[in-house]
């Protein structure tokens, strides 16, 4: 009997995109009065799929003959590892809304275990063995958005300090990779099929830095908040530009990467609606909330068609994923 292939790392795009959806409807709980129990239930569907999802990738992982070491050194999807923490400071954030001490320990927990992998794939990266070609969306993940998102959750646990140093961490990664990715994107090859969709993850960072700025200073127009909230509208024109790019793409479980970020400039746009408070800011918020929800169960009910068992799923996605890193180290 041969050794397991192990579950491709963009699997763990599903629950973060979850856990976009349940903010977004957690927001709109907060601003437009909507039943609490509509987030939570959806954060509750969030911890399922992330628990799951982790695992089946140890199970799946004890039976390979390759090594998580080795899985993270692939260039497609090493990056993506850092969504298994990021998902999980997300879920301690609720949880420490119920249940204090359990919230806090799973965002503590998660933030270390986030921090000890972006300093090891940062080692890995200084080794040199990458090439330019090989850079994608993903490899924001493990700075910027396990910066950003330890921002965040940091003051909802009561960590204010922890969250400046972190935000601070997201925000100079933010800079110095969204500069090598765009240079990559502008002077080498077209990123291959599966991997376009990570182009969306530009779309995040100015609202998930915007919606951590609004939690450490307290959501009022200053001059950050307005700077964040100017990148999240060009950002936003680019993906607008992207969609013909996007149409032509063969649906995978790498279209996931779409959803966070919607998500995230869904709901800082939400905020930012209710912060202006103009007539008819409630109809705005509710578009973007709207928006969010339709693409995400797209999304997910095209995911549930591509796949009819999750070991059939693992291996589609399995075999998508290694012909992009072979066709990134080919290059």
Do not use: K
């Amino acid at each position: 009997m041969s050794p397991a292939q192990r579950i491709p790392l963009n699997t763990l795009a599903i629950p973060f995109g979850l856990a976009g959806l349940a903010e977004v409807w957690t927001v709109a709980g907060r601003l437009l009065g909507v039943p609490g129990a509509v987030g939570q239930a959806l954060w509750a569907v969030v911890a399922i799929a992330w628990i799951w999802l982790i695992g089946a990738h140890l199970r799946r992982g004890g039976r390979s003959a390759d090594s998580l070491a080795q899985q993270l050194r692939q260039p497609a999807q090493g990056p993506i590892a850092a969504l298994a923490p990021v998902v999980g400071m997300l879920l301690g954030a609720d949880l420490h809304r119920f249940v204090p001490l359990a919230g806090e320990i799973l965002v503590i927990g998660s933030i270390v275990v986030a921090a000890a992998l972006a300093g090891w794939m940062l080692a890995f990266w200084h080794s040199g063995s990458l090439p330019p070609e090989a850079f994608h969306g993903g490899y924001l993940l493990p700075t910027v958005a396990a910066g950003l998102i330890a921002a965040t959750t940091s003051v909802m646990i009561g960590l204010p300090v922890l969250a400046v140093g972190s935000f601070a961490v997201g925000v100079f990664f933010w800079i110095v990779i969204s500069t090598v990715l765009l240079a990559r994107l502008a002077f080498f090859t077209p990123l291959p099929g599966p991997l376009t969709p990570t182009c969306a993850i530009l779309l995040a960072p100015p609202a998930v830095a915007g919606t951590a700025w609004f939690t450490i200073r307290g959501e009022h127009a200053d001059l950050v908040s307005t700077a964040l909230l100017g990148l999240l509208v060009l950002m936003a024109l680019q993906q607008l530009a992207l969609i013909p790019r996007y149409r032509r793409l063969t649906f995978t479980l790498g279209f996931w990467s779409f959803t966070f970020p919607l998500a995230a400039a869904g709901g800082y746009g939400a905020e930012w609606a209710s912060l202006a408070a103009f007539p008819g800011w409630q109809l705005v918020a509710w578009l973007l909330i709207v928006l969010v929800t339709v693409v995400i169960l797209a999304v997910a009910a095209r995911s549930l068609l591509l796949i009819t068992s999750v070991r059939r799923g693992a291996r589609r996605a399995e075999i998508v994923l290694r012909h992009a890193d072979d066709a990134v180290q080919r290059r």
